[in-house]
């Protein structure tokens, strides 16, 4: 049974370019969410997805968009990026909510 | 909006002491869960606490929810070297916050 699977697991970027992560959720998951984790930091929700559709948003700027697909798996795109975007990115999935998530092992972003 | 706090920000430990950690939210929680990050690592779900003055155990680790559902503790007994890593309450109301973790170190 396959956990949470991000893409990809490290990235470089240029301040000012465009970056999509990817994520593929857990076997029976329907329910995906997006954090953002600063070094020595807690996760910070992005949103949350759930029939293709955005449900709940945190306190992200319009640069931070993002997708679920009919299988469920999910985008997360992030335009103009800036030097503070540089985190990890943390896709965490879930049978809809109150049942705990699982997450996957993120993206590393490094923007320069 | 919602958030959650928590404290301690760090905690060291020798081996063989307890440690506690405790959260608190600025709103009615209709869930708490506790993760714990190993260094390096991403969160791992522990539990979910759901009904009011909730108490569950899993070995030497003891989760309390709150009676107003808005605070927890987690407390672990004698501690061992294998508990080392960051964990982190979140607390749900159609989101889950994450606060910002308390850092646990424990010497030998």
């Known amino acids: 049974d396959a956990g949470v699977t991000q893409s990809p697991t490290h990235l470089i970027k240029t301040r000012g370019q465009q970056v999509t992560l990817r994520c593929s959720p857990k076997s029976g998951h329907d329910t995906v969410s997006w954090y953002q984790q600063a070094l020595g930091q807690g996760p910070q929700f992005i949103f949350q997805?759930?029939?293709?559709?955005?449900?709940q948003r945190g306190n992200f700027p319009d640069r931070f968009s993002g997708h679920q697909f009919p299988n469920y798996s999910s985008e997360l795109n992030v335009n103009a990026l800036l030097l503070g975007d540089s985190a990890l990115y943390l896709c965490?999935?879930?049978?809809?909510?109150?049942?705990?998530?699982?997450f996957g092992s993120g993206t590393r972003l490094t923007v320069v | 909006g919602q958030q959650v706090m928590q404290i301690p920000q760090y905690q060291h430990v020798q081996e063989g002491e307890d440690f506690t950690t405790y959260c608190n939210s600025s709103t009615t929680l209709s869930n708490i869960q506790w993760y714990k990050q190993r260094p390096g690592g991403h969160p791992v779900f522990l539990i979910q606490l759901v009904k009011s003055g909730e108490v569950k155990k899993q070995k030497r680790l003891t989760f309390q929810f709150g009676e107003a559902k808005k605070n927890s503790s987690l407390h672990i007994t004698a501690t061992q070297t294998t508990d080392v890593g960051t964990y982190f309450c979140?607390?749900?109301?159609?989101?889950?916050?994450f606060g910002a973790g308390t850092r646990l170190a424990v010497h030998p």
């Open positions: 979140a607390g749900e109301n159609n989101k889950l916050i």
């Open positions: 965490a999935s879930s049978l809809g909510q109150g049942n705990g998530y699982t």
């Open positions: 997805y759930y029939e293709e559709e955005e449900r």
